[in-house]
DNA sequence: AAAGTATTTTTAGCGAACTAACTATAACAT
DNA sequence: ATGTTATAGTTAGTTCGCTAAAAATACTTT
């Protein structure tokens, strides 16, 4: 009885995070950027000159995945690598003019994206998910 | 003001179905299966012999996801494919009884899931976030 | 100083999911 | 009957995310 209720929240949930991921890379196809770069990019846009175990930590995902994204954004020249002096195993992580410029363009999508997700459910309601969701995060550590 | 709250929600929909997925991927190797398997096998359990086609509709995903994922259900014994008597353009698929065995497994891995999940939310409280959930699915469509 | 250990990043290889382009078959139209 | 169009599925190539294993550098310990 009560499993189907909490069987759909699951399932709920998985079917709003995959739509969410497709309108979303999409949407950020435009800006020639792909899912995950933006939250990455939005770290970098915090304060750059980081390095790829921090952006590893921070996005909570394993180191080869960061190479791999950092590779990518280099190379369409939104990011440059430079290597740290005081420790030569270490790669910091820096924001190009193209990279900066993505910042308001990128703020313009999360908010469409957020009012398209959200747009018949009241304040009030908003309140209270952000409370259920944030017990679910922690839920989950 | 509200900006933020929304995008609390936003960002925080997002962590949780990352941290899911890496949780729920790490439980379903202990069946020999990949996260999104499950789900193909789920639509079966209702009633298999539908087509590649069908499958990709009720996935809502692309007809290259499914022919990779079918190929490797098939490699690992869950399913086999049989091409239709009347179209031949048609891939039929089917369960095996290793496939069929998975059924109570999978439900026993669900269940974890949800119940991990949503361990501090009381009762109302979850059918209240079943309601929203339903509805930012309804948005997105 | 040399050997062993720890840390940071990379490489290789897997599956999910995508798009674009292709093959094969079926259906329709001239 | 032949040519066009539509449908089902596959192939090739991309990124995300993972694990396992390797490489490069730094630190510690003897």
Not at 50 to 65: A, D, G, N, V, Y
Not at 103 to 117: A, F, G, S, T, Y
């Amino acid at each position: 009885m009560n499993d189907t209720v909490d069987c759909d929240i699951r399932q709920s949930l998985d079917r709003i995070s995959s739509q969410m991921r497709r309108d979303y890379s999409e949407s950020l196809r435009e800006l020639n950027l792909y899912v995950g770069q933006d939250n990455l990019l939005y770290r970098l846009w915090l304060g750059d000159g980081i390095t790829q175990m921090q952006i590893s930590e921070h996005l909570k995902c394993e180191p080869p995945t960061v190479t791999n994204m950092v590779k990518s954004l280099e190379q369409n020249g939104f990011i440059y690598r430079k290597r740290d002096e005081q420790d030569a195993r270490v790669m910091r992580i820096f924001l190009t003019d193209k990279g900066k410029e993505l910042e308001q363009p990128i703020e313009v999508k999360w908010k469409q994206q957020q009012e398209k997700l959200l747009k018949s459910i009241l304040p009030e309601e908003r309140l209270l998910l952000r409370r259920l969701l944030k017990e679910m995060e922690s839920n989950l550590c």
